[in-house]
């Protein structure tokens, strides 16, 4: 699953998940090329580069379903966003964050930026970064949001 935020100034604007993500990708490129799906993984979390051509049929399905990931993702975010209402209240242009063990694999970063420049979002993006420790922000920010939600009850 991917879970997607659009925060500005630490308030939530849009939240949702998509039903696609690391564990769909392993899965689906293992089906796809009759491997195991712990076998695809391991590929993946070794030697997979995004920003070179795939080495073997297990790099090839990984590449295939990263760019279909990204793809998926960048499209929702296109849809959530144009049919957001506090949209307009949002500066020009905002910097985007990914984090997440999907994103942790070399390329991604260009992989996402790419799968973004297809699509056309109401505001704009100042910058697309990684986190500095992708795997963990996720947790952090899921942390920070259920301690607010107490603070606020």
Excluded: W
């Amino acid at each position: 699953m991917c879970n997607i935020c659009l925060a500005y100034i630490g308030i939530p604007v849009a939240a949702y998940s998509i039903q696609f993500g690391g564990d769909t990708i392993d899965a689906m490129s293992a089906q796809a090329i009759e491997r195991p799906a712990s076998r695809v993984k391991a590929v993946k979390e070794r030697s997979l580069d995004l920003n070179r051509p795939p080495a073997d049929p297990i790099e090839t399905a990984l590449q295939i379903y990263y760019a279909d990931l990204f793809k998926r993702l960048c499209l929702s975010l296109e849809k959530q966003l144009n049919s957001c209402e506090n949209i307009s209240c949002l500066p020009e242009s905002l910097p985007m964050v990914l984090s997440g063990g999907t994103v942790m694999v070399p390329g991604s970063l260009d992989a996402f930026r790419k799968a973004l420049g297809e699509i056309r979002l109401p505001v704009g993006v100042s910058d697309v970064c990684l986190a500095s420790d992708p795997l963990m922000a996720t947790a952090n920010g899921a942390l920070k949001h259920l301690i607010n939600q107490d603070a606020a009850s």
